[in-house]
Nanobody
Framework: QVQLVESGGGLVQAGGSLRLSCAAS????????MGWFRQAPGKEREFVAT????????SYADSAKGRFTISRDNAKNTVYLQMNSLNPEDTAVYYC?????????????????WGQGTQVTVSS
């Protein structure tokens, strides 16, 4: 069982930045692909970004490209999401997830473990 704990969410003005962190409670962290998803009120959960275990293979949703950066530190069992140029449409609960057996890792069902989420609110 892997526990994931997100942190770093909060209230920020449009144009601002936040850095989310997700700490994993497994010594096998480096073998997991990690992802970030988000869910806005009244909307479906959507993919944001993913990073393979090597750290050099990343994918982003179109809404995140050029503004968000996913990274990981396997020595610290932590994955990050640096979010810049935030706008009100980025307001959502952000979840990190861990998976091993997926293919593209852009679908939620490719992940086995989920965190509880951290709220990001962007004011206009």
């Amino acid at each position: 069982q892997v526990q994931l704990v997100e942190s770093g969410g909060g209230l920020v003005q449009a144009g601002g930045s936040l850095r989310l962190s997700c700490a994993a409670s497994t010594r096998f962290f480096s073998s997991y692909t990690m992802g970030w998803f988000r869910q806005a009120p009244g909307k479906e959960r959507e993919f944001v970004a993913t990073i393979r275990w090597t750290g050099d293979n990343t994918s982003y949703a179109d809404s995140a490209k050029g503004r968000f950066t996913i990274s990981r530190d396997n020595a610290k069992n932590t994955v990050y999401l640096q979010m810049n140029s935030l706008n009100p449409e980025d307001t959502a609960v952000y979840y990190c997830a861990a998976g091993r057996w997926g293919t593209r890792f852009i679908a939620g069902d490719e992940y086995d473990y989920w965190g509880q989420g951290t709220q990001v609110t962007v004011s206009s």
